[in-house]
């Protein structure tokens, strides 16, 4: 780097910031940092146009649901083995069409496991080190996991299945940042209600942006407690009423007007990235050069 300073820019999805108390180091994001102590000098956020990447008009057929809701599981650290239990607990896990695939690449990426570690082992460590208050919920699914109870090919058409989608967003326990993935964008483009296990404020802060997340047939008020646990609980609250919803015609001109306004957010968000994420390297470039 330039300007008489050796600098490491990192580009990241989620970082704590207190990577930042690293001289040498500067942050460059897709994420919306909402901790108020990052000196905004040491770190360049990309503008909401990021998300432009996740443009393109779905693919699915309209079908009237068939299942209560879905739930797509991949990695298995503790608190979404929790979620499987819970949908045990609660007694829907039979309603929906869920998936627990028992992805541990991350305990491996972190150190956390071996790399010869084997899934139902870990499942079973980390039941036994964690969460022992689920010892009914455990003897039900430990013979059944990995489990799908789905054709994942066409994750639209499965969606499509089912009334709602439980979305476990990558990141959801540090309430410092926000940040997306694919999960969430798919379901807003979709005639379909959804709540989102994210970041505390996630939801409010695509409301921000312009999205629909329709308010009027889903109760988000979960989205701004602190705790991701009791956040949980809150969102698994929510099932019961989503689960009787009925698909009148007026409710699916409904979802399918806020899938079509969702997608023209995101097509003009495809139209900025480009200059946008030029702008953000420019001006990360000249805080360099005065920090």
């Known amino acids: 780097m330039a300007y008489g300073k050796n600098l490491d820019f990192h580009l990241v999805d989620i970082c704590d910031p207190s990577v930042l108390d690293d001289p040498t180091k500067f942050l460059i994001t897709n994420n919306l940092i909402v901790d108020p102590i990052v000196n905004p000098n040491r770190y360049q956020m990309f503008p909401d146009s990021w998300y432009g990447m996740y443009a393109g008009a779905p693919e699915y057929q309209p079908q ?58 870990v499942f079973e460590d980390q039941y036994q080190q964690y969460m022992t208050n689920f010892v009914t919920e455990h003897e039900y699914v430990k013979h059944l996991v990995p489990y799908k109870n789905f054709d994942d090919t066409d994750l639209n058409g499965v969606i499509m299945q089912t009334k709602f989608s ?105 139209e900025l990235f480009v200059g946008d994420v030029d702008a953000t390297f420019k001006t990360a470039l000249e805080k360099c050069k005065t920090t």
């Open 64 to 121: 009237s649901p068939t299942w209560n809701y879905n739930c797509f599981i991949n990695r298995m650290d503790t608190t979404r083995q929790s979620w499987l239990y819970l949908l045990v607990r609660r007694n829907v896990f039979d309603q929906g069409l869920v998936s627990f695939n028992m992805d541990i690449s991350k305990h491996i990426l972190f150190g956390q496991v071996e790399k010869t570690a084997i899934p139902a082992q």
């Open 166 to 270: 439980i979305v476990l967003e990558t990141h959801f326990d540090q309430n410092y940042a926000i940040t997306y993935s694919e999960k969430i964008f798919r379901c807003l483009k979709l005639p379909r209600p959804w709540v989102l296990y994210g970041m505390k404020n996630s939801v409010s802060n695509l409301r921000r942006m312009g999205f629909d997340v329709l308010d009027d047939i889903v109760d988000h008020s979960y989205d701004s407690i602190d705790n991701h646990i009791i956040r949980q609980s809150k969102i698994l609250d929510q099932v019961p009423a989503l689960s009787a919803i009925e698909f009148t015609p007026s409710l699916n001109q409904r979802l399918t007007a806020a899938a079509d306004h969702n997608q023209s957010i995101l097509d003009h968000y495809k």
